[in-house]
């Protein structure tokens, strides 16, 4: 049995059971105001208050599809206008997509009072003039979107910012961030572009306040991280080391940032060769010796070892002494024998340091130690050998120069 048979015969029960009750009682309705009565059974005032209802609802159904159909066909309804703008909206992001700077501006700017997000316009449209190098528009199109949309002060901040960094306003990026970093300071894009500009104003100090909180909450890919804390203390340990040099009564700036360094960038082979290289500019050798024997014990490193041949130690024959308990292991190394043979010749083993030379740059023809066995040998008065190893130096760096014709001093004078 179907749902429409069982439907009809409950409305045929209904109506049955309704059509005996008013037989059996109709009742009695009277209505009395002043001098006006009205009497009718029961049944007719429910049959009329119901009609009332259905007129009432039918009325308001009339004046909700009267009013839905004259927003949709009056072209200046608030509807149409706001439906028009929209559609003038997305030809303006596909002009700003496609590069169309002019056109952008134009639609953008003409749709934004009636857009459904006119902020979106505001901040393409700035987007846009700063293409076009119109700073003065690209400015006064952000303070539009500001008092079109005052609570979304955030978003505007950061795109200025990120527009001042771009075309090198660099000082008013840093107020503009640091008003943004004041009023929102767990707003983490915005810590990230303090820190890129920072970086570009080359402000180590501050920079290196925000590299914790960098790391702490990602910001960073692991190896940008390293990097970026890489360059901040490599500059901070020559900021360190120029200012004790230019200022040598003050406190010891360098010691003090390489306390700083956090433990495992202690282990880094490029900050300690930073840090001993800033030590033998100020003339503290026997530290940065220290230093850098005990980080070649923890592992060997050809920059770290170069630099040992260079700094002068406390006890410069125990120096060399260390050196050569590395060569067993690493005994063909071009560095390790150019280390030796200076430390020979800080101690004054002349025979010693012109072996150790020989033999650095028998394993690898290089320029300086080309240079140091020059400069031995001509103490030493072997002119020849001398003159020779000259030669091969020069050959070292000529060694690009093109095959040409030579005049020869023993051939027939030239015409």
């Not at 599809?65 to 004259?70: E, Q, T």
């Not at 527009?163 to 660099?170: S, V």
């Amino acid at each position: 049995m179907s749902k429409s048979y069982l439907a009809v015969l409950a409305v045929l029960l209904v109506a049955a059971l309704l059509g005996m009750a008013v037989a059996e009682d109709p009742g009695y309705l009277l209505i009395a105001w002043r001098n006006m009565s009205i009497e009718t059974s029961i049944w007719v005032g429910v049959a009329f208050l119901l009609a009332l209802w259905l007129v009432l609802s039918l009325l308001r159904a009339l004046v909700r599809v009267l009013n839905v159909s004259g927003r949709r066909i009056n072209p200046w309804s608030r509807h149409n206008r706001q439906r028009r703008a929209n559609q003038v909206t997305t030809r303006g992001l596909l002009e700003f997509a496609e590069g169309h700077w002019n056109d952008s501006i134009r639609l953008l700017k003409r749709s934004a009072p009636h857009a459904e997000q006119p902020l979106i316009n505001y901040l393409a449209a700035a987007r846009a003039a700063h293409e076009l190098e119109d700073y003065a528009q690209c400015d006064g199109l952000l303070r539009e979107a500001y008092e079109t949309t005052p609570q979304a002060d955030v978003a505007i901040a950061v795109t200025q910012a990120q527009l001042q960094i771009a075309r090198g306003q660099l000082e008013q990026a840093l107020a503009t961030l640091t008003r943004l970093r004041k009023d929102h300071p767990k707003h983490l894009f915005a810590l990230k572009l303090m820190g890129q500009l920072y970086a570009r104003l080359e402000d180590w100090q501050r920079l290196e306040q925000l590299l914790p909180e960098l790391r702490r909450h990602n910001l960073l890919k692991p190896g940008d991280q390293e990097s970026l804390e890489h360059q901040v203390y490599v500059a901070l340990l020559g900021e360190a080391g120029q200012r004790r040099h230019a200022e040598p009564g003050k406190d010891d700036a360098l010691g003090a940032v390489w306390e700083r360094l956090p433990k495992h960038l202690k282990q880094d082979p490029a900050l300690i060769e930073a840090y001993c290289v800033q030590l033998r500019k100020q003339g503290r050798g026997e530290e940065a010796e220290a230093v850098l024997r005990a980080a070649l014990r923890q592992g060997f490193n050809e920059r770290l070892l170069q630099l040992y041949g260079l700094v002068e130690g406390k006890d410069t024959a125990r120096q060399l002494a260390t050196a050569e308990h590395w060569l067993g292991e690493h005994p063909h190394n071009a560095t390790l024998l150019l280390a030796l043979g200076r430390l020979a010749l800080r101690n004054q083993l002349w025979g010693k340091a012109r072996e150790y030379l020989d033999a650095s740059f028998a394993s690898k023809r290089d320029i300086q130690t080309c240079a140091e066995l020059v400069r031995l040998l001509e103490h030493l008065g072997d002119q020849q050998a001398s003159q020779q190893m000259l030669r091969q130096g020069f050959d070292l760096m000529v060694h690009d120069l093109p095959e040409l014709p030579m005049p020869d001093l023993n051939g027939p004078a030239p015409h």
